[in-house]
């Protein structure tokens, strides 16, 4: 016991609390419980309504029921970066339910998946030892799912956010999903290319072990091709080292593909380097679209040479893996998923969708982030 709690001391590192901030106070016998009230989220363009009504409809319908305390945890892959906003969301969703709940994780990875996997599975143990009834994760691989069923033998409900473990026994998987979030970026590119044959180049991923990253890949590959144009697909390296090589590929590929190269498409955080392999050719006009909304995509965004980007709402993530832990507890798992249906796209997996924000308008989105306190 004690070695696995100085593991997850020391990989990872940091634990955000938020217990007993809200305003939900448990309730006596025969008493009802104070009201759940959500912090307000400002009127904005990029603000999605449909998803901030399945949210109040979840909330009302807990408010019907009295309030019990709850201990819960999130586990991310890290504190930092792409996952910052999803700390800043559950954070704030623990703190207006009022229950006992952390957000757990290291500063930075590290880099070893197969070491990342094994310590997120001793923290799991951890927080059963420790009596947590609820638990939000955002999974390394399968290489968790038999952590996963074990928490849920134990009776503790499992909710995935960001990857799944679709082999285990989570209850839920809130994220995006990756097939449709594909077809939404070839469909976003293909407005603005100019008429078929030509060639697209999606920055994306070929590894089969990999199924997130496959399914986003071949999501945007299916749209392109059946618009009439062909693709080439460069494998995304997850290395600093590697930006040179993924930039040296795609400066090739518009050099020398035939028909010509008329847009690129990056489909994951390291995106911008699609921007640098068309200013390598000598091409920096080529359309560009790319994912999520690191700082150096921005700041080609700023210059006019990613055209558009897409947001996965972490915030919205992290927001709502608490209160469907929560939900699952008072109102019983059948009835949260009824409620959930408006963005369900099966039994368990529930779709947030994505913002596509235009170059133009990087500063309205920013004031958006800023709004609901979950600027990168």
Sequence with gaps: MRMIRRCWLTAFGLTLMAAGCGT???????????????????DNEFTPVELEATIDDLVAEINENSVEPMQMTVMLKTLSTFFAPI?????????????TGNV?????????QQKSMELQNEQIEQALMDGIEGIGISPFGEANAAAVDAAVAQGVHVVTLDSDVATSKRSIYVGTINSSAGVTAGETLLAMLPPAPGT????????????????RT?????????AGYQVLVRPVTWTDEGEADDVESMKTNIETADPPVVGLIGLFNVAYRCAMAAEAAGEP?????TFDFDPKTVGYMREGRVRATHIQRQYYEGYLVPYILYGIKTLGLDATREILAPQMVDETRFNLGLDVVPGDKVDDYNDF????GSNQ
């Excluded at 939900?24 to 400002?42: H, Y």
């Excluded at 697209?200 to 399914?215: F, N, R, Y």
């Excluded at 006009?285 to 679209?289: M, S, T």
Aim: hydrophobic share 35%.
């Design 87 to 99: 700390a800043t969301g559950a954070n704030r969703a623990m703190g207006e339910l009022g229950v």
């Design 104 to 112: 757990v994780g290291p500063l930075e990875q590290t880099g070893d």
């Design 218 to 226: 071949q999501g945007a590959q299916r749209v392109i091709e059946a």
């Design 200 to 215: 697209v180049v999606i920055h994306g991923s070929t590894d089969p072990t990999w199924i997130d990253g496959l399914e």
């Design 24 to 42: 939900s106070e448990p309730a006596g016998p025969g008493e009802n419980a104070t009201r759940i009230e959500r912090a307000p989220v400002p």
């Design 285 to 289: 006009d080529l359309p560009v679209v």
């Design 369 to 372: 982030l800023d709004s609901i």
